[in-house]
């Protein structure tokens, strides 16, 4: 079980997933998420995902979620990026705006994340 977004009805994991949706999508992108949050949790800028997660979770509705499991599925070595040949037709790939349409620290943050996820890439492949 696992809840539903109440901006965009994504369903996450748990009460931590959903607040961290959220933050981090009213964060980057503003717009409806960021109006949800301001006009339900109007202290949520200044609040971690442990304090955000209850407050979201209490005024979000519960949902199936499907678990998958690492040691449960097979691990291909292939790309995730979008229009790779890798990928399934039915697999969404996220709507990220053009990169023009960023402020400078949604930029920094976006990149951020590319960096980790790569260097995470390389950390398993070192392992394997």
Do not use: K
Request: hydrophobic share 30%; glycine share 4%.
């Amino acid at each position: 079980m696992g809840y539903s977004c109440p901006v965009c009805g994504d369903p996450q994991a748990d009460a931590r997933h959903l607040a961290n949706h959220l933050a981090f999508t009213a964060l980057v992108r503003g717009g409806d998420h960021e109006a949800w949050l301001d006009d339900h949790v109007p202290e949520w800028e200044s609040m971690d995902e442990e304090g955000l997660a209850p407050e979201v979770a209490d005024q979000a509705d519960e949902t199936e979620y499907p678990q998958v499991f690492e040691d449960t599925t097979e691990h291909h070595d292939h790309s995730h990026e979008a229009n790779s040949p890798d990928l399934p037709d039915d697999v969404a790939v996220a709507d990220l705006p053009d990169q023009d349409d960023l402020s400078a620290e949604a930029a920094d943050a976006i990149e951020r994340a590319r960096e980790l996820t790569r260097q995470r890439h390389d950390d398993d492949e070192d392992e394997a």
